[in-house]
């Protein structure tokens, strides 16, 4: 039980986490989709952040590691499928299946060929950390050359000045959310990998395994409600936003982070393999269905939940 309302708190805390940092994303009014892809889905990614740097520092990168593939497989499948489900299908952009597809595929297999000789070392971190600021540097271009377009248009000067007002008279209350829900994030992810940890010597089973399945689980949980909720207000940029973005940031940032702070040594590839395949399927499976049509059928949803369902008890038996 006590698992259980930690993982509450902390999808709660992201939560809150988010609400602030979306109210200050809104003042410079940037796209549905650039805004999922870097804000909403750091937002929704900071669980797994947060579980990442304190697992690095209690010197556990490995339940990190099984976190992130885990996140990325259960973002792929079971919030991709879970959300095509329940709403009945999702329309893509031509765009998004061209371009970010590709790129958040790229990002999400860099790890994979890092981890070919059995580790993830400070180097390795550095290489996942460039991606991922070259991935977001080329979205903050493409937001000033808008900005040099909305200043041609004539009027930036008095927009600028009235968001700046609108900045400082909610600046106060926002930023206090945002703190509270980071504190709250860093508290309940500390409880988190000590219960993994502590779980894992009882019971015998691979710390990896219980951040991959049960970790990964209670940290996607913000993407889920997040697609789900996106797809049901036809807002299919943020959708793919969210669930692209996560990957990115899962798949580079995070392990960049963790793999600076806690180098993950002498791992043993058998234990990540099973891992390994289904996040390559998920992928090809993902690609394959939003090409199409351009739509994801509920079919090829059910076929997402399926192989959630085949790789947990693949790594639990």
């Known amino acids: 039980m006590a698992l259980l309302f930690f993982i509450f708190i902390l999808i709660k805390s992201a939560d809150l986490t988010i609400e602030a940092l979306k109210s200050l994303a809104k003042k410079f009014g940037t796209g549905t989709f650039a805004l999922s892809a870097i ?33 990325n497989i259960a973002n792929l499948s079971l919030v991709v499928g879970l959300a095509g489900l329940i709403t009945g299908g999702v329309f893509v952009h031509e765009k998004v299946v061209t371009r970010e597809i590709l790129l958040a595929t790229g990002a999400a297999v ?13 180097v390795d971190g550095l290489v996942l950390l460039s991606v991922y600021f070259a991935y ?7 937001r000033f050359l808008e900005i040099g377009r909305y200043t041609m248009g004539g009027n930036y000067i008095l927009r600028f000045v009235r968001h700046l007002g609108e900045v400082e ?20 992810s500390n409880f988190i990998v000590e219960f993994a ?20 689980l209670g940290t996607t949980l913000p993407e889920v409600v997040v697609s ?3 797809l049901k207000k036809s807002q299919p940029g943020v959708f793919f936003g969210n669930i692209l973005g996560s990957l990115i940031v899962n798949s580079t940032l995070i392990l960049g982070v963790v793999s600076v ?19 390559v399927v998920t992928l090809l499976l993902f690609w394959l269905f939003t090409r199409t049509k351009n739509r994801l059928e509920r079919w090829e949803a059910l076929t997402l939940l399926l192989v959630y369902v085949i790789f947990a008890v693949v790594e639990f038996f």
Do not use: C
């Not at 860099?110 to 400070?122: A, E, K, V």
């Not at 010597?201 to 970790?215: P, T």
């Not at 040594?265 to 234990?271: L, R, V």
């Open 261 to 279: 702070i806690s180098p993950m040594e002498g791992g043993n590839m058998g234990d990540y393999i099973a891992a390994l395949i289904t996040l």
């Open 169 to 188: 008279q909610k600046a106060d209350k926002t930023l206090g959310h945002l703190f509270v829900g980071i504190a709250a994030l860093l508290f309940s």
């Open 197 to 216: 940890t502590d779980f894992a010597k009882a019971s015998g089973i691979s710390i990896f395994v219980i951040g991959v399945i049960v970790i990964s």
């Open 110 to 122: 860099l790890p994979i060929f890092l981890l070919l000789d059995g580790s993830l070392n400070r």
């Open 228 to 230: 789900i909720q996106s």
């Open 136 to 142: 977001t540097t080329s979205f903050f271009k493409i």
């Open 39 to 71: 804000i909403l889905a750091m937002a929704t990614s900071l669980p797994e952040l947060f579980v990442g740097i304190t697992s690095a520092i209690e010197e556990t990168p490995s339940l990190s590691l099984g976190n992130v593939l885990g996140a």
